[in-house]
C-alpha cells in the first residue's frame, strides 16, 4: 500500500466561493428547519423531539442549533483499520477504494456478463489488496449463488479473508446485520475494530422504514458511520445542481443528528453520491463532468464542517472499456482530487456499478498513480531550479544523461512512469510486442497479480468463529 499523497495547496479546486459554501450551509439549515425529514421511527422521533425538534405536517424539523451542536461532536479525522495497519482519513492525503455491490462480472473485454459469485468477492478483493494505489477495501460484488439473507454476510465474510488491508462493510438493510458485522469485525480486527458502514435514506428527505433503526445501531456499535443519500439530479433532487447539493447536505446532516444524538463524538465520513439523471430514458448517468463537479464542491462542504469526505471518484457511464470511459474515470477522479477530497471511491465500477471486471481494477489504479502525480506538483527551490547542472553540462557533453543531478530526479519519482501505457519507442517496436492495448495490458497484468499475491490466512480461531457466525445466520434466516 502506498503512503497517501497530500494535495498541493498550489492545486487546489474550489468550484464554489466560501460566499456560496454558506449560502448551502444557510439553505440547508432552512430546509431541515422549515421542510423537515420523513421519520418514522418511535425512539428516533422520541429522541429528536426531546432534543429540541418539531413536528410540521408529519415531518420532523431539526433547528439550527441541534444541527450545529451535533456537527461539532463530529472528530475531524477518522481512522480505519485493517489486519496489517491502518489509514486516517481527513489528515490531508488522499484515499482510494473500490466500488460496492455490483450484481454481474465482466471476465473478458469482449465477454458477456455473468451473475456475481462469493468467489468472485474473494478473488476481487484480492486483487485489490495487490493493487499499491487502493487503501482501503469494499466488497466488490453482491454474490447470487448465497441466500438472499446471506448475500451482505458473505460479502463481509469473504472482504476480511482476503485482505490486509482497512475495509468498509457493505450497504446494510438490517440493525441485524449491522449487529452481525461488528461482531465478526472484532473477531478479526480486535475489540476496537474501527470500520465503517454506510446507510442510506431514500431521497427525497426519507427516513422512513429501517433506516433510522440501523443508523441507531450502527451509532451503539461504535461504528465509523457514513451517510451515503444518492438522489438524483432532476429526478429525486432539483435540476439546479446547487439545489441538489442542499438537499443531499440536509440529508446527511440529518443522518449526522440522529447518530451524534444517540452517541456523542460517533467518527463520521461526510458521504457524497449525487448523480445526473438521463432526462430521456430516466437512467442516472455517471460520466458527465458535472458528476466531478458536485463531488468537489461536496468536498468543499464536508471540509466547511470540518469532516473527512468520500465522493465518487472514477465515475463513467460506459459498458466497455473504451475511449470513452478512459477519459470520464480520469476527469471525475481528479476534478474532486484536486478540491482535496480524504477519500475517492469508484476502482472497479462500470456502467454506473451495475459490473466490474479485474482489468477496470487495474486500470483505474493506474489512473489514480496519474492523479496522485498531479496533486504531489514538483519543486522550483534552488536545487530543482538546476542553475549548476545546467552550466556543468554546457561546458561538458551538453547533454543531462550522464548528470548526477538527472538520477537523483528520476528516482525520486519526477517522472510518472506508465505501468500499462505503451511505452514501446516506436511503430515497429510496438508491433513486435503484439500491439498490445491498454486493456489487454490490464488483463494480463490482473491474472499475473492474482497468480502470485497471496493473504495470510486468518487464524483458525478467528476463522471458526467467522465460520460459526455465518452457520448461526443462515439458520436463523433459513
Not at 502506498?2 to 498541493?8: H, M, Y
Not at 444541527?67 to 492525503?93: F, K, N
Not at 439473507?149 to 446494510?172: D, S
Amino acid at each position: 500500500m502506498v503512503d497517501p499523497t497530500p494535495a498541493s495547496h498550489r492545486f487546489k479546486f474550489h468550484p464554489l466561493s466560501a460566499i456560496e459554501i454558506e449560502a448551502i450551509h444557510a439553505a440547508t439549515l432552512r430546509v431541515l428547519d422549515e421542510v423537515g425529514v420523513m421519520l418514522d421511527h418511535p425512539q428516533a422521533r422520541t429522541m429528536l423531539l426531546e432534543r429540541g425538534a418539531h413536528e410540521v405536517h408529519g415531518r420532523i424539523c431539526l433547528p439550527h442549533d441541534l444541527v450545529e451542536s451535533c456537527l461539532e461532536m463530529c472528530p475531524s479525522q477518522v481512522r480505519l483499520e485493517g489486519r496489517d495497519g491502518t489509514i486516517t482519513l481527513g489528515s490531508g492525503g488522499l484515499h482510494v477504494h473500490n466500488m460496492g455491490g455490483a450484481r454481474d462480472v465482466l471476465d473478458a473485454p469482449q465477454g458477456d456478463l455473468r451473475p456475481a459469485s462469493a468467489r468472485d468477492v474473494a478473488e476481487s478483493t484480492r486483487l485489490l489488496d495487490a493493487l499499491d494505489n487502493v487503501t482501503s477495501i469494499t466488497p466488490l460484488y453482491t454474490p447470487r449463488d448465497v441466500p438472499a439473507h446471506m448475500m451482505v454476510l458473505t460479502m463481509y465474510e469473504q472482504t476480511l479473508r482476503n485482505t490486509l488491508k482497512p475495509v468498509n462493510g457493505p450497504g446494510v438493510q438490517s440493525a441485524t446485520e449491522v449487529r452481525l458485522l461488528a461482531e465478526m469485525s472484532r473477531i478479526v480486527l480486535g475489540d476496537q475494530a474501527a470500520i465503517s458502514l454506510g446507510a442510506s435514506p431514500v431521497s427525497p428527505l426519507n427516513f422512513l422504514g429501517d433506516i433510522c433503526e440501523i443508523i441507531l445501531e450502527i451509532a451503539n456499535q461504535g461504528l465509523v458511520f457514513g451517510p451515503l443519500p444518492c438522489p438524483n439530479v432532476g429526478a429525486t433532487s432539483p435540476m439546479s445542481l446547487a439545489g441538489s447539493i442542499v438537499q443531499q447536505n440536509a440529508e446527511v446532516l440529518a443522518c449526522i443528528v440522529i447518530a451524534e444524538s444517540r452517541r456523542p463524538g460517533l467518527p463520521i465520513v461526510y458521504c457524497g453520491r449525487l448523480s445526473v439523471l438521463n432526462m430521456r430514458s430516466g437512467a442516472p448517468i455517471w460520466g458527465n463532468p458535472e458528476v466531478g463537479m458536485m463531488s468537489a464542491a461536496t468536498v468543499q462542504l464536508g471540509h466547511r464542517y470540518r469532516l473527512p469526505v468520500n465522493v465518487y471518484g472514477l465515475a463513467g457511464s460506459g459498458f466497455a472499456p473504451d475511449m470513452q470511459s478512459g477519459y470520464e474515470r480520469a476527469v471525475n477522479a481528479l476534478v474532486p482530487a484536486l478540491a482535496g477530497a480524504d477519500e475517492l471511491s469508484g476502482v472497479g465500477e462500470m456502467a454506473g456499478g451495475v459490473f466490474s471486471a479485474n482489468f477496470q481494477m487495474v486500470i483505474d489504479n493506474d489512473i489514480i498513480g496519474i492523479v496522485r502525480r498531479v496533486l504531489r506538483g514538483f519543486a522550483a527551490d534552488a536545487d530543482a531550479l538546476a542553475v549548476d547542472v545546467i552550466a556543468h553540462a554546457m561546458e561538458n557533453s551538453h547533454n543531462f544523461l550522464k548528470e548526477p543531478h538527472s538520477r537523483k530526479y528520476l528516482h525520486a519519482g519526477e517522472i510518472w512512469q506508465a505501468s500499462l501505457g505503451v511505452n514501446e519507442p516506436g511503430w515497429d517496436s510496438w508491433t513486435a510486442a503484439g500491439r498490445q492495448t491498454v486493456v489487454e495490458r490490464a488483463q494480463r497484468e490482473a491474472e499475473q497479480l492474482l497468480a502470485r499475491h497471496e493473504i495470510p490466512p486468518l487464524e483458525a480461531a478467528q476463522s471458526r468463529a467467522l465460520t460459526d457466525i455465518m452457520q448461526h445466520a443462515h439458520q436463523a434466516g433459513a
